[in-house]
């Protein structure tokens, strides 16, 4: 699969997030905790997500997988518990849209990684995955993941 790059610019995004270092194994059930806890918790404040639900890879140890899930929000929310408010910040960042299974995904990283380096840029480690559909509602759907890599300029 051919992978469309672009470079996008952002301002600070507020968010509502859960974190963990987990295996790889563990990570639906993580999820499925994490977003809906937070939709609990902005149902309680009587708020609404700014936006699709995301997460964050600080590293990519599949036994010890340390990842960050949330909702961006529109404003600074308070956390609650094991929710906290967060941010995504503002900055340079690598993008493509992967179609297909979660664990068929490397291709893109790879293909964000190579776009990086050879267009001068150096990818800071970190990697958000936005989840733009949810394919578990019709097997028919195929998953729309964003791929998002914050880079600086080498």
């Given at each position: 699969m051919e992978y469309e790059i672009n470079l996008k610019k952002t301002v600070r995004q507020p968010t509502l997030t859960m974190r963990a270092v987990q295996p790889i194994g563990e990570?639906?059930?993580f999820f499925g905790k994490a977003f809906g806890?937070?939709?609990?918790?902005?149902q309680d404040l009587g708020k609404q997500p700014g936006g699709m639900p995301f997460g964050i890879y600080y590293n990519l140890d599949?036994?010890?997988?340390?990842?960050?899930?949330?909702?961006?929000?529109?404003?600074?929310?308070?956390g609650k518990g094991e929710i906290q408010a967060s941010e995504i910040p503002?900055?340079?960042?690598?993008c493509t849209v992967h179609v297909g299974p979660y664990d068929s995904m490397e291709p893109a990283y790879d293909a964000l990684t190579k776009w990086a380096w050879d267009n001068?840029?150096?990818p800071l480690g970190i990697a958000y995955e936005y989840y733009l559909n949810d394919p578990g509602e019709d097997a028919s759907v195929e998953a729309?993941?964003?791929?998002?890599?914050?880079v600086r300029k080498s």
């Open positions: 990570l639906p059930a806890g937070i939709m609990q918790h902005l599949m036994q010890a997988l340390d990842v960050e899930a949330g909702f961006p929000v529109l404003e600074d929310l308070p503002g900055g340079e960042y690598i001068g840029y150096t729309l993941t964003e791929i998002r890599f914050p």
